[in-house]
């Protein structure tokens, strides 16, 4: 709010300098039992997840049996399911100071650098105390660490992304499942000479086409890449960065995407794969209810299966590590923690993983187990069991640790290179150039 | 629908050209093209609404799967169904309206108020307060966007429907005192000098004389504000948060999913049931609004 | 003037619409030019840095220049398209005899339908896969060389944005335009047919002479509107593929919601207070200059 009232006083000619702004007084992020007396009172929720899904009518159903108990309780959901949008709001909400008791964000550095100013609740010490942190996977919980190791995020998902792939077009195309990533220009060039689409992908949502450039350096320089990249302590003209801008290309040039990808959506790529036109498909086991039940496309059903991220040739990390997102984490605001706040995750998240496996989703918990749905097919337990035995490492969306500004240009050149309208040259000393201007002002 | 009903009488015109009566140079040829070009322009016009509107009853399956330009091979109304179940067109759609309304409340009554002003009052720095309205004209609204949001959070306003409708009425202000002014200048001096003569007031001849004679105005203002009001995504966008308070276009996003995921039929559907409300004013208020429109220009 | 009127009643009309416009409008441009000098990602400390950003826009910033030129482009189809389509319609629709009012409505029909629907519908009209519209048509011309998709080319998505802003304001324009020529005189017309003028110099000489000043009345309101640009090419691209079809409007609109980069923003949000403003100058230079030769 000092922020704010100085621009505003400094602007202005006006009478909104005399608004009175109550300082934040931030209570300690440390301390996360707050004595004193609950008193019930309508919480709010910022969140990002879509609005009749699984976690918001979880929540909703937890808040109503929680005002039973607690008469004047109210729990108001607040979602943007569209990304973008979401976290541009969250972003100037925050400089508006008007975060609400409870909110959705990755671990970006946006976020570390609200955790540092002390505006949220240290999430490993209030797990911790509610005597659940070892209930979460370890992998549930490095998803939403910064990289200092810190945890402010709590995870309502499990996930992890596989590439999907129809066997009849393979086997069409004579080609077999890539055993290294390096295997996938060729691939997709026999898929193309048998008139095939080689991979399905939503390019207008972007994130899709960011997490191909986070395979390569994954394999080859391991989870360090990103974190010392996003800092310019490691470069895009360095081996690993160049390994991935050559093979983004040589995925372009072997025409790997469908014509247009850019500016196709969500539905109309898994359109594409479901509908038998696309070999392959990457995508999360937030889509098994689409993509391993009776609701897909029957012509193609017995010819699905996935195969998790290939390694390469001197891969330092294993085929058992690869990205295992747990979701956008929900954040609990620090100056407005109080004994009702914490009474209530408290019950809530004692009661949210039940409740969650039920439906057939992963828990971030491994206290539950999930149940699989009447019209499943074989493939949705196999999709499943993979979440036992994963490595320890996990590649990160590169989304999630880029600043803004470098994360905006990234996509956008992205693009450009895998259309071939920039040469990996270009692209790396553009990058490069942009991490130098904007990395130094997010993570001084 | 809309566009369902009015495509018959358009055919019937296309096939049965009227008989030129009036002997002309060359008509026939002229005549025949500049027909057949402003049928297909109204093809190009049309077209995409009647498409939306035949997409909404298309079943997903069939969207996904067929040709998305053919016609369908049977309608169902389920997307209207799913349309209704997600989102909350009938809020929407009630703040869309709230919204409107608010804003062209002040929009007419600031405007006339402007006008009278600077018209009928008349003062010694008219000419600066004209130019300064000009401005209003000019710039994009976008400007406005930072500045405001850090006005709004200082005093309290952002998620609130006067955080739309303030800038949605101020930077619509301009046109309105503009219309307002060029119609005021018609109407004669000796109305105000023989009510003058009666004793009236500036207030009264306001309230008797001016804002009576405005009214056909009054009614191209709101019309012509009401397209951009009602379709505002950029303020909506940036200032709302809140579920409730969400006008339409806010609301259709809304179907797009977990990660992006867009139920296509669903969107289209709750595009036909958005766009019904206006498109009902529009086509009772047609005639006024483009008289309005008509003569407000030619004035101007 | 009216005779019996007091400095009291002058500021009770005067001041309610000043205050809202000042709030709304005056006050955040000065308020832009503000913030311009700072350097602000909301939650850290303001920090005055002078010109720096000024310097950053003009000489380190190649986004920017190419949003410049993009929207300059922008302007240009959106131009040709909603005043070149208003006034051939408008003039094809005066030689109609029947059925004018029908197909004025027709022509105003997608003015009312929201940007977001707009943006949805178009993205479909555009695709290659699953085939579009567009590339449908090209198809049954016989010019299937033409197909490609419209919104990842780097050569052609500029125009495709730009094309669906044109589409939906034609019919207010043309409106506008059609009314100014039902003014033209009638006797002026027949006399120059009478000696003998084609329909071009009849047009030419006559018509448009005489709806100059609605002419240009409407080329402000195209051109204020074309600048300020900014849903269609948002919601279809956001700007992409690359920066291909980044307008200064978007490009400013991410600099402060996403990169929170709030005093550079407001430098961009400046120079496109000053480029409207010199913009409707120069129309004003150029038309009336026209005519008054």
């Given amino acids: 709010m000092k922020n704010l009232f100085r621009a505003a006083a400094a602007a202005a000619v006006t009478a909104l300098a005399l608004t009175a702004c109550g300082g934040g007084n931030s209570t300690d992020p440390s301390n996360v039992s707050p004595a004193g007396e609950i008193k019930p009172r309508e919480i709010s929720w910022l969140l990002s997840r879509p609005a009749d899904g699984a976690v918001i009518n979880i929540m909703k159903k937890l808040a109503d049996d929680y005002a039973k108990e607690h008469p004047g309780f109210e729990l108001n959901l607040i979602t943007t399911p569209d990304r973008p949008s979401y976290i541009q709001k969250l972003e100037t909400l925050a400089a508006a100071n008007k975060l609400p008791e409870l909110f959705d964000t990755d671990a970006t550095p946006f976020a570390q650098q609200l955790a540092k100013q002390g505006k949220m609740v240290d999430a490993e010490k209030l797990l911790k105390t509610l005597d659940m942190y070892d209930d979460y996977r370890p992998a549930a919980l490095d998803y939403q660490r910064f990289d200092d190791g810190s945890l402010y995020m709590i995870p309502f998902q499990f996930e992890l992304e596989f590439i999907w792939y129809n066997k009849a077009l393979l086997e069409k195309a004579g080609v077999g499942v890539p055993k290294s990533l390096d295997d996938i220009p060729a691939m997709c060039t026999a898929l193309r000479q048998a008139g095939i689409t080689p991979i399905a992908i939503d390019g207008q949502d972007q994130w899709p086409l960011e997490r191909y450039v986070a395979y390569q350096p994954f394999r080859e320089a391991g989870p360090d890449f990103i974190q010392k990249l996003k800092k310019g302590e490691a470069k895009f003209s360095d081996p690993a960065g160049q390994k991935t801008a050559i093979w983004m290309a040589e995925l372009g040039k072997a025409k790997c995407f469908q014509d247009g990808f850019s500016a196709q959506g969500y539905s109309d790529a898994q359109n594409h794969f479901t509908s038998g036109q696309a070999a392959m498909y990457n995508i999360g086991t937030w889509e098994l209810p689409s993509l391993a039940t009776d609701k897909l496309n029957p012509a193609v059903r017995n010819d699905i299966d996935f195969f998790t991220l290939p390694t390469t040739e001197g891969s330092v990390t294993a085929a058992n590590e690869f990205v295992s997102p747990s979701g956008i984490g929900m954040a609990v605001n620090a100056r407005t923690y109080d004994p009702l706040v914490s009474d209530f995750l408290k019950f809530a998240l004692e009661k949210y993983p039940a409740e969650y496996a039920a439906t057939g989703a992963l828990s971030p918990t491994t206290d539950v187990e999930t149940a699989v749905p009447a019209n499943a097919t074989p493939l949705y337990q196999k999709a499943l069991d993979q979440a036992k035995d994963l490595g320890e490492k996990q590649a990160m969306p590169w989304d999630t640790q880029l600043d803004p500004t470098t994360n905006g240009r990234l996509q956008q050149e992205l693009v450009l290179l895998v259309q071939g309208e920039i040469t990996p040259q270009q692209f790396t000393d553009t990058m490069d150039k942009t991490i130098a201007q904007n990395a130094p002002k997010f993570f001084k | ?300 | 003037m009216l005779p019996n009127r007091s400095r009291t009643s002058v500021l009770v009309f005067l001041l309610p619409p000043l205050l809202l416009y000042g709030a709304a409008v005056l006050f955040p441009i000065l308020q832009s030019l503000f913030l311009s000098f700072f350097s602000w990602n909301g939650i850290s400390d303001m920090e005055f840095v002078g010109l720096d950003n000024y310097v950053r826009m003009f000489f380190a910033d190649d986004i920017f220049w190419r949003a410049f030129l993009n929207a300059l482009i922008y302007l240009a189809i959106c131009l040709v398209l909603q005043l070149g389509g208003a006034l051939v319609v408008a003039s094809l629709l005066t030689s109609l005899r029947r059925g004018r009012e029908l197909i004025k409505t027709l022509y105003l029909l997608p003015a009312v339908i929201s940007t977001v629907a707009i943006a949805f519908l178009f993205v479909r009209i555009y695709s290659l896969e699953p085939v579009g519209l567009l590339n449908q048509l090209f198809q049954w011309v016989g010019l299937g060389a033409l197909e490609r998709p419209w919104l990842s080319d780097v050569n052609t998505v500029l125009a495709a944005v730009s094309a669906p802003e044109g589409w939906r304001f034609t019919g207010l324009y043309m409106l506008i335009i059609y009314a100014a020529l039902l003014a033209v005189p009638k006797e002026l017309e027949e006399a120059a047919v009478l000696d003998g003028a084609s329909r071009w110099t009849l047009f030419t000489r006559i018509r448009f002479p005489y709806i100059r000043p609605v002419w240009i009345t409407t080329t402000i309101m195209a051109t204020t509107y074309g600048l300020r640009g900014f849903d269609i090419p948002y919601l279809m691209t956001n700007g992409g593929p690359g920066q291909s079809s980044e307008l200064l409007t978007t490009y400013m609109y991410k600099t402060a919601f996403t990169s929170t980069d709030f005093g550079y923003a407001s430098t961009i949000s400046v120079f496109i207070v000053i480029e409207c403003l010199v913009a409707v100058g120069l129309i004003l230079f150029l038309l009336k200059r026209k005519a008054d030769s």
């Fill in chain 2, 1 to 300: 629908m809309i566009t369902q009903a009015a495509a018959p009488p358009t055919a019937t015109a296309a096939v049965t050209p009227p008989q030129p009566g009036r002997k002309r140079r060359r008509p026939d040829l002229f005549r025949t093209l500049s027909r057949v070009l402003i049928m297909l322009i109204v093809i190009v016009q049309v077209y995409p609404l009647a498409w939306l509107f035949v997409t909404s009853l298309r079943s997903e399956h069939d969207f996904a799967t067929g040709d998305p330009f053919a016609l369908p091979g049977s309608l169902t109304w389920d997307n209207y169904a799913r349309a209704f179940e997600t989102g909350d067109l009938g809020r929407n759609i009630l703040n869309s309206l709230t919204v409107t309304m608010g804003a062209n409340v002040l929009i007419v009554l600031l405007g006339m108020m402007a006008a009278y002003a600077i018209q009928v009052l008349g003062f010694r720095f008219s000419r600066l307060v004209r130019g300064l309205f000009l401005v209003g004209i000019i710039v994009p609204v976008q400007i406005a966007l930072v500045p405001l949001f850090i006005d709004y959070s200082a005093v309290n306003l952002l998620d609130t429907y006067q955080s739309m409708i303030i800038p949605l009425a101020g930077f619509s202000l301009p046109m309105s005192v503009y219309l307002f002014s060029s119609f005021y200048e018609y109407i004669p001096n000796e109305t105000y000098e023989a009510a003058s003569l009666d004793g009236a007031g500036p207030y009264r001849i306001f309230g008797l004389i001016t804002l009576p004679l405005s009214l056909n105005t009054v009614v191209t203002v709101v019309l012509v504000n009401s397209i951009f009001i009602w379709n505002d995504f950029i303020f909506a966008n940036t200032f709302i948060l809140s579920e409730e308070l969400k006008t339409i276009p806010l609301g259709l996003q809304n179907y797009i999913g977990a990660m992006g995921k867009v139920d296509w039929t669903a969107t289209f559907a709750a595009v036909c049931v958005t766009i019904t409300p206006l498109l009902l004013v529009f086509l009772v208020l047609n005639k006024a609004m483009i008289q309005g429109l008509e003569s407000g220009a030619t004035k101007g």
